[in-house]
T-cell receptor, first 110, second 115 residues
């Protein structure tokens, strides 16, 4: 069966520090992969999606970037975190009709 | 552009009572519609989805939703809620179950269950 791993679960980082969140999918190949952010009191906002290795589409201009170095690995990064980057980050994947989500990473930038 | 509106930010329901969570969408073509549930600190779990066919869809945990094209709505219902149903509920619309473009989510409805 397919599973999605996302880590770390919780992260506290100072303003200006770098960020790297990783997401991996098991049990499937060539999935579409997504990063969403859920800010306090808001819904989910699609940040990036990828349809293949090295292919990244950005939905919202921001302080973040994404990379897909392997078929089932999706990484969210930042060189310098801002206070506004705080939120709950969710990785998701799909190979067809359903979209499945990881457990999320709660990022607090202080 | 597609959008999803969940007009109720918070809803409080007594345990055992019926529930209806509202969702309205705006989409230029035939929508693919979803309801997800998020427990505190957790990721999202798919409750149910509508692609085509019968407009009343059944999901997990006793939930159902009805697609009404004329009203651009996809409301979620449950005949009798349990305390474990307390969570955040998100309605979402997409082109093809997510496809390559991802889903557009509403801002969510926080469900509180009173004993």
């Amino acid at each position: 069966s397919q599973t999605i791993h996302q880590w770390p679960a919780t992260l506290v980082q100072p303003v200006g520090s770098p960020l790297s969140l990783e997401c991996t999918v098991e049990g499937t190949s060539n999935p579409n992969l997504y990063w969403y952010r859920q800010a306090a009191g808001r819904g989910l906002q699609l940040l990036f999606y990828s349809v293949g290795i090295g292919q990244i589409s950005s939905e919202v201009p921001q302080n973040l970037s994404a990379s897909r170095p392997q078929d089932r690995q999706f990484i969210l990064s930042s060189k310098k975190l801002l206070l506004s980057d705080s939120g709950f980050y969710l990785c998701a994947w799909t190979t067809g009709t359903n979209q499945y989500f990881g457990a999320g990473t709660r990022l607090s930038v202080l | 552009a597609q959008s999803v509106t969940q007009p109720d930010i918070h809803i409080t329901v007594s345990e055992g009572a019926s529930l209806e969570l509202r969702c309205n969408y705006s989409y230029g073509a035939t929508p693919y519609l979803f309801w997800y549930v998020q427990s505190p600190g957790q990721g999202l779990q798919l409750l149910l989805k509508y692609f085509s066919g019968d407009t009343l869809v059944q999901g997990i945990k006793g939930f159902e939703a009805e697609f009404k094209r004329s009203q651009s709505s996809f409301n979620l219902r449950k005949p009798s809620v349990h305390w474990s149903d307390a969570a955040e509920y998100f309605c979402a619309v997409g082109a093809s179950g997510g496809g390559a473009d991802g889903l557009t989510f509403g801002k969510g409805t926080h469900l509180i269950i009173q004993p």
